[in-house]
């Protein structure tokens, strides 16, 4: 259960990634590849982000662009940043990650 709903969630990630169209970053300067292999690296960090219990996977935004991770939004302490951080980094095909997660209590 707690996998499916995981996966569950990767997916609803990927679906709102191909639709968003307010993305600080110019998609039109990539590859049709990259942007799918950005996609999936957002969908992966997404995926695990909801199996830890220690980060709020719906507080935390993830945007891919070109292996480099950009985690935005809030977190309720230091230590899920920084595992949020962590979760990024230790994804596959991750290049880079960004961290501007602000702590909120």
Same mark, same amino acid.
Not at 14 to 22: K, P, Q, R, S, V
Not at 24 to 32: F, K, L, P
Not at 78 to 99: D, L, M, P, S
């Given at each position: 259960?707690?996998?499916?709903? /995981?996966?569950?969630?990767?997916?609803? @990630?990927?679906?709102?990634?191909?639709?968003?169209?307010?993305? =600080? !970053?110019?998609?039109?300067?990539?590859?049709?590849?990259?942007?799918?292999?950005?996609?999936?690296?957002?969908?992966?960090?997404?995926?695990?982000?909801?199996?830890?219990?220690? %980060? =709020? @996977?719906? /507080?935390?935004? %993830?945007?891919?662009?070109?292996?480099? %991770?950009?985690? =935005?939004?809030? /977190?309720? =302490?230091?230590?899920?940043?920084?595992?949020?951080?962590?979760?990024?980094?230790?994804?596959?095909? %991750?290049?880079? !990650?960004?961290?501007?997660?602000? !702590?909120?209590?």
């Amino acid at each position: 259960m707690k996998y499916a709903r /995981a996966l569950a969630f990767a997916a609803m @990630a990927g679906a709102t990634i191909l639709t968003a169209t307010g993305c =600080s !970053v110019a998609r039109e300067q990539q590859t049709v590849g990259a942007y799918m292999d950005d996609a999936g690296i957002t969908t992966a960090v997404k995926a695990k982000m909801a199996e830890d219990k220690t %980060v =709020s @996977a719906t /507080a935390i935004s %993830v945007e891919t662009l070109n292996g480099t %991770v950009q985690l =935005s939004g809030f /977190a309720k =302490s230091q230590a899920e940043k920084n595992q949020a951080e962590n979760i990024a980094r230790n994804t596959k095909h %991750v290049r880079e !990650v960004r961290n501007s997660i602000v !702590v909120r209590p």
